[in-house]
């Protein structure tokens, strides 16, 4: 949503990129800003970026109404738009982490329309993106009103996949290789998607002739890919209707248009997807998955009470945290990006305090050789590499901040020291 008040004035070397950004022509911006890979400036008020978050605003909002986002996108986006868009949520994530009065960011409504998305890189840039507000304002009242988050779509996105839960497939098997000879036995049922809605009397009163349901029963094409079954003559009461996708469907067709085939609704969405990453040909999005999974996770926790979460997350996943922390082993050769989401959410989840003492015992807090304290000297041995690519996120906002006794330990494992010699290379380079 776009800011109205006026901008304030910013210091001599935060005005410059300011100005530079507010005149770059819309085309060259992603250009402009992949060369922003870290924050070089003086830490800068948020309030004298109103003209560039506006810009970036009006880009967002373009990239939703031409790509249909808030009802559904079939079509993918140009490669220049999806640079622009990922550029603009990259930036503004790193620009959140470095600017006071942050209350002046107002792009919720764009990033509750790209959650989406139809694009998996996208979804977890914008989650990203959202999971900073979220650890600000946590446990706040209406927080999640205010940040203009839709509960069900953020629910759907942090539900475990019902495939998974009959096949007992925990959220390591989809990102090691140990995991994979397990997924590959699956068998073809697992790979396919059955769906269950009760459709209204006012719907179907409503229902034109052409309606979705009637159309996909009766167009040969599409029925041989999406079955439906329920009552079928309008007058009836209301009922169950079932969907029915195959396997050879999931495989080859978008998710996107697969949903355009049966219904738009976020949960049969992110059934397709479940299913999709089962199959070799979407092996690749697995991983990813894993992390919306897990960053919705993390930005739900922050954001609604224990007593939603229990009815929402826990009630059909009890051992959610056990299968998160899991993610955290270092023999498992989890990558950093996954780990990253996973302390962000085991740091959500530990705010309600009926869960701590499970996030404690799931990381094995109190033990010397426990994930924490291994996962808290690896990362300490990582950063005094002058190579060392672990991004800031996971060091600082989630490890250090996450836990109350991480920092001492931290320092006790002479984290700072190693810190600082680590930014004396830096700036010496």
């Keep these: 949503m776009r800011i109205l008040h006026k901008s304030k004035r910013a210091v001599a070397p935060v005005a410059e990129l300011i100005n530079k950004l507010a005149d770059t022509p819309n085309e060259d911006l992603p250009e402009v800003l992949s060369q922003i890979d870290s924050w070089k400036w003086p830490r800068s008020d948020l309030n004298a970026w109103i003209k560039v978050l506006n810009k970036f605003d009006e880009i967002l909002e373009e990239a939703i109404r031409d790509y249909d986002i808030d009802n559904l996108q079939v079509n993918v986006f140009t490669p220049l738009t999806k640079k622009t868009i990922c550029e603009i949520l990259r930036f503004e994530r790193l ?3 470095n600017s006071t009065n942050r209350k002046t960011f107002n792009s919720y409504d764009r990033l ?3 959650m989406f998305s139809s694009d998996l890189d996208v979804l977890i840039l914008a989650l990203n993106l959202l999971l900073r507000p979220a650890q600000q304002y946590s446990s706040q009242p209406a927080v999640s009103h205010a940040l203009s988050i839709s509960t069900p779509r953020l629910t759907s996105l942090a539900k475990r996949w019902p495939n998974l839960r009959d096949y007992d497939i925990n959220l ?8 994979r000879p397990q997924i590959e036995a699956l068998p073809t049922e697992a790979r396919e998607v059955n769906f269950v809605f009760y459709r209204k009397e006012k719907e179907k009163e409503k229902a034109p002739e052409g309606d979705v349901f009637d159309t996909v029963a009766q167009t040969p094409s599409r029925k041989a890919t999406v079955t439906l079954s329920g009552p079928s003559n309008a007058s009836t009461s209301s009922g169950a209707v ?3 996708i195959d396997s050879k469907t999931i495989e080859e067709k978008p998710a996107m248009d697969i949903l355009a085939d049966a219904i738009e609704a976020y949960n049969l969405l992110m059934r397709i997807r479940g299913a999709q990453v089962m199959t070799n ?3 690749a999005d697995r991983e990813k998955l894993v992390v919306v999974r897990l960053l919705s996770t ?7 009470s224990d007593s939603q979460a229990q009815s929402s997350l826990f009630l059909y996943e009890p051992d959610l945290i056990a299968h998160i922390a899991e993610l955290l082993q270092l023999d498992r050769g989890v990558d950093v990006q996954v780990q990253t989401a996973a302390v962000a959410s085991l740091d959500a989840m530990s705010r309600y305090r009926s869960k701590i003492q499970d996030v404690l015992t799931a990381v ?5 050789h426990g994930i924490l304290m291994a996962l808290l000297r690896k990362t300490v ?3 005094a590499q002058p190579t060392s690519t672990l991004p800031q996120a996971f060091l600082l906002d989630n490890v250090l901040y996450g836990y109350n006794n991480a920092f001492q330990l931290f320092c006790n494992a002479r984290g700072v020291e190693i810190l600082v010699d680590r930014i004396e290379v830096r700036l010496a380079c």
């Design 281 to 283: 040909a979407h092996a």
């Design 172 to 179: 390591v098997d989809l990102v090691t290789e140990k995991g």
């Design 298 to 304: 993390a930005i739900f926790g922050h954001t609604h």
């Design 364 to 368: 094995n807090a109190g033990v010397n």
């Design 381 to 383: 041995s990582d950063i």
């Design 95 to 97: 620009l959140l982490e």
């Design 242 to 244: 079932t969907i029915h």
């Design 112 to 114: 509750n329309s790209l």
